[in-house]
């Protein structure tokens, strides 16, 4: 099991909608550096399965830790690996919608392991 400790990943590139969304460039800093509330953990879970499952995951979760409760976060994980078969990257693709459906689905279990 991988601790948040020894968990360093870092932001390669980021786009303008993501910084737009969270408020911050992210583009080159660490996902510890974030401060994403009760949402850590969560993100230490989503990850570690990734990492450790070396699986996509897929999810929800409202932008609260980035003050915005009304927007909710799609967002897929996809673990690429170098020619050695070991996992060199997550690639990430993030969606951000504000409606009744997506406050119903973030309302479910909200991490899933492909």
């Not at 499952?53 to 976060?73: I, L």
């Not at 050695?84 to 504000?98: E, N, P, R, T, Y």
Request: proline content about 5%; overall charge neutral.
């Amino acid at each position: 099991m991988i601790g948040p400790e020894t968990l360093q990943l870092r932001v390669r590139l980021a786009g303008t909608r993501l910084r737009d969304y969270m408020g911050v460039e992210t583009t080159g800093r660490c996902v510890a550096d974030f401060d994403l509330g009760d949402q850590r953990d969560y993100w230490q879970a989503a990850y570690q399965e990734v990492l450790e499952g070396a699986r996509p995951a897929q999810g929800v979760v409202p932008m609260t830790p980035w003050k915005q409760p009304h927007v909710f976060q799609f967002w897929l994980r996809l673990p690429l690996m170098d020619a050695d078969g070991k996992i060199s990257m997550v690639l990430g693709h993030d969606a951000f919608l504000q409606s009744e459906k997506a406050h119903a689905l973030a309302g479910r279990a909200n991490l899933r392991i492909a």
